[in-house]
């Protein structure tokens, strides 16, 4: 962290942003491979900026006022950061048309549609599973009905960036005591 030492927040350089870009297109284009039914994908790179600064942020209060030199740990940054990718929403992708069995099947349909209308909430969702794996070696520990009730409540109710530190830190605390 490059923090002034007079507790006064500064913007992080534009080499930082790069970095934190690269990083960020690697996890994005390795969740776009996992969805089958997207022709193209691309982001905002002026609203991934904003995202990232409001990260840092978040982190600088850490730093600040709850006298973290280390800042937030991985686990609330990822939370911190599916936050505001879930308020911004500067996630962009054009999927291919229905096939006909797509069209006719209920179920092939139904799972379709809901790649199309959790795309953030399930790239959100990717990251904090790719994080457990990191650390625990496992990832979260999480049934497929609570799952759909998570991707869903992402989706429609108005989640709290604390809420949602914490539900991430529950859903990794559940998943190690689990492995």
């Known amino acids: 962290m490059n923090y002034d030492s007079n507790c006064k927040y500064t913007r992080p350089k534009d080499n930082d942003f790069d970095k934190w870009l690269i990083e ?75 096939t006909n069995f797509e069209k006719n099947d209920e179920k092939a349909k139904s799972d379709y549609d809901n790649a199309h209308a959790l795309f953030t909430e399930r790239f959100c969702l990717q990251l904090l599973d790719n994080m457990s794996w990191y650390y625990l070696g496992k990832g979260i520990d999480i049934s497929e009905p609570n799952m759909r009730e998570l991707e869903y409540v992402l989706r429609h109710a108005d989640v709290g960036k604390e809420a949602l530190t914490m539900i991430f830190d529950i859903l990794v605390d559940t998943s190690a005591y689990h492995a």
């Open 24 to 98: 960020f297109d690697l996890a994005y284009t390795n969740y776009c491979n996992t969805v089958e039914y997207i022709e193209n994908a691309y982001y905002e790179s002026r609203d991934m900026k904003d995202v990232f600064i409001r990260i840092d942020q978040r982190n600088y209060y850490h730093y600040v006022f709850h006298n973290m030199p280390q800042g937030m740990n991985q686990i609330k940054k990822i939370a911190v950061f599916c936050y505001w990718m879930l308020k911004y929403r500067p996630l962009r992708c054009k999927f291919r048309p229905k």
